[in-house]
């Protein structure tokens, strides 16, 4: 059974840096594309990072290209995000969601529509940004 575990979360200030990892297990992590979304209080969920597996492509949501960092290590079955010139805007809790590689969909496909694409998902953790 495919389970997903996030971790590091946490308080840090407006331009430090943070690393969320996501730590998959049940599964053989290189059959799959995986995606970090987060959600805001009162927003809608939204795609921050995606990695396909076919091609290793990756892409990112407007709002934190440039400054994250998407990234697998498919031996120890984790993917990690890291997170630099964090802004307060950036504040959310954070998701990692699975599914099997289609070889199909574009990886820009896989992030948008909320994450419909994923079927398995993170408990998520909380990201705040604040001074």
């Known amino acids: 059974q495919l389970q997903l575990v996030e971790s590091g979360g946490g308080l840090v200030q407006p331009g430090g840096s943070l690393r969320l990892s996501c730590a998959a297990s049940?599964?053989?992590?290189?059959?799959?594309?995986i995606g970090w979304f987060r959600q805001a209080p009162g927003k809608e969920r939204e795609g921050v990072s995606c990695?396909?597996?076919?091609?290793?492509?990756?892409y990112y949501g407007h709002s934190v290209k440039g400054r994250f960092t998407i990234s697998r290590d498919d031996a120890k079955k984790t993917v990690y995000l890291q997170m630099n010139s964090l802004k307060p805007e950036d504040t959310a809790v954070y998701y990692c969601?699975?599914?099997?590689?289609?070889?199909?969909?574009?990886?820009?496909?896989?992030?948008?529509?909320?994450?419909?694409?994923?079927?398995?998902w993170g408990q998520g953790t909380q990201v705040t940004v604040s001074s």
């Open positions: 969601a699975a599914e099997a590689d289609d070889e199909l969909t574009p990886v820009r496909t896989m992030c948008v529509n909320k994450g419909s694409y994923f079927g398995s």
């Open positions: 049940g599964i053989r992590l290189d059959y799959f594309a």
């Open positions: 990695i396909s597996v076919s091609d290793g492509s990756t």
